[in-house]
């Protein structure tokens, strides 16, 4: 767990307890699987009865005559839980792959049994590539434990075995690929493919009401902007600089290439007086598990005026703190911090899931992921929000998993803004101003999708004509 510095707008999600039925994901496009073919190898480097963390590592081998996508791969490793209400994180230590391909969620068997009634499901990203025939993925130290580190019996789990401390084929956890099952045996009555499992890969996904605009309006007065659930801020208040203003005018919609996008200005004369922030968020508080997706555009430098303040470009999701460590807070976020701040020297992208905090004495707790490089022009940003995790995408690319404890118990709002931190990384008088765009925002209701299937659907939104659409219905 990983907290920031103290900062004026702060968020959270309270624990959520593992155990409910996994969200629908929806299916991948891929070629049939016949041909493709995988074995998996097992051994434990925790091969006590008790441990303070279970430390299953793998190896999966292409045993079929094609080359196999990694990202179509998932295994199963089977285990009873410790307690009811027992709740579970997934760590990769090491990988010959790179641990930032790896993907671990937690589910709960349709039918539990004396040895498993929990599965750690292992999942791939594009970034670990293919296996060619006969190829395997090296190691993969990986390793789970209780959230409250709680010692946790491994005895009584399905797919354990202390004695197994060399890699050897195990088929007592299960491996699909293309969401047919080509290894392994699952405890009885719990096969992934069974249509009575709630987490089957092939079953029709639930929810899928979408959320959809591509900001085409005119000006932050255009009725439409309103009638379609956005307001554009004008109240005082944090985050950000004392005494400045949150500027609707500030907030345009300009041509680019024959499509429009929203750009908000963030300026500044060095005085909170003059400091003008912006804030764009939809009137509803309705949004909760599935799909977040947004192109938006990221500046390193002022479009006019000296550089260097410590802006904070954002898009995210968010519901009321109604209470010091109040339990039922969410937030989740993409703040890029083009000029550092919050102690940071220098350029950075911060994915952050916020679990409960006080604002005086500040006491926070969240986990995040982050970035130290330029993320300067257009990028598309995901999030999906499931019941065993929060993952977050930049580009397709897979930028960090967090886990069960931080995920929403309300619904929430989708919010943009641009705003600076303080007014020490550029203490000039001369003015300046800054630039976020953003291109659309997509919310898709209790579906996870992958970031290829985000860009299908915007794709198909767009070819349809469609520029704003909204099925989610209030909370």
Aim: glycine share 8%; with cysteine; proline share 6%.
């Amino acid at each position: 767990m990983s907290t920031r510095p103290a900062r004026t707008r702060v968020a959270l999600a309270l624990t959520a307890l593992l155990g409910s039925a996994a969200l629908a994901t929806l299916p991948a496009t891929t070629a049939s699987a016949a041909g493709e073919k995988v074995a998996v190898q097992y051994r434990t480097s925790a091969s006590g009865a008790t441990a303070d963390q279970s430390e299953p590592w793998f190896k999966v081998r292409n045993t079929g005559s094609t080359t196999v996508q990694l990202s179509q791969v998932k295994i199963r490793y089977y285990f009873k839980a410790d307690a009811a209400n027992a709740t579970y994180r997934f760590a990769c230590s090491w990988a010959v792959r790179g641990c930032a391909g790896i993907t671990g969620t937690f589910g709960t068997l349709a039918h539990p049994t004396a040895t498993a009634d929990r599965y750690l499901e292992i999942g791939f990203t594009s970034a670990a590539g293919t296996l060619a025939p006969g190829a395997d993925t090296g190691d993969m130290q990986l390793r789970f434990y209780q959230s409250n580190w709680q010692t946790l019996r491994q005895s009584d789990d399905y797919s354990f075995s202390g004695t197994q401390t060399a890699y050897a084929d195990w088929t007592k956890v299960t491996a699909q690929v293309a969401g047919s099952t080509v290894w392994g045996t699952a405890p009885e009555g719990n096969d992934p493919t069974d249509p009575t499992d709630p987490t089957d890969p092939t079953d029709p996904p639930g929810g899928g009401q979408t959320l959809f605009d591509d900001f085409s309006y005119t000006t932050h007065t255009d009725p439409a902007l309103s009638a379609h659930g956005w307001s554009v801020r004008s109240n005082s208040g944090g985050p950000g600089v004392p005494g400045a203003t949150w500027d609707p005018s500030k907030v345009t919609f300009v041509n680019q290439s024959g499509n429009t996008v929203m750009n908000m200005e963030t300026s500044t004369a060095g005085t909170g007086a003059s400091t003008r922030h912006t804030e764009v968020l939809t009137q509803a508080t309705k949004f909760k598990n599935g799909t977040y997706a947004a192109r938006v555009k990221f500046s390193d430098a002022p479009k006019s005026g000296p550089d260097g303040d410590h802006i904070v470009q954002t898009f995210f999701t968010i519901n009321d703190l109604k209470a010091p460590m109040a339990d039922d807070y969410a937030e989740y976020d993409f703040e890029y911090l083009p000029n550092g701040g919050w102690g940071e020297p220098a350029n950075i992208l911060y994915t952050t899931s916020w679990e409960t905090y006080n604002p005086d004495p500040w006491q926070a707790v969240n986990q995040h992921s982050e970035s130290r490089t330029s993320f300067a022009g257009w990028h598309d940003l995901v999030v999906t929000i499931d019941n065993n995790a929060i993952t977050y995408y930049v580009d397709g690319q897979h930028f960090g998993t967090h886990d069960a404890a931080y995920l929403p118990e309300r619904p929430m709002s989708i919010n943009f803004n641009q705003w600076l931190i303080d007014l020490n990384g550029q203490t000039s008088t001369t003015p300046r101003a800054y630039d976020q765009q953003v291109d659309y925002v997509l919310h898709v209701k209790d579906q996870v999708l992958t970031p290829a299937q985000v860009s299908a659907k915007i794709s198909a939104l767009r070819s349809a004509g469609t520029s704003f659409v909204d099925e989610v219905p209030a909370s």
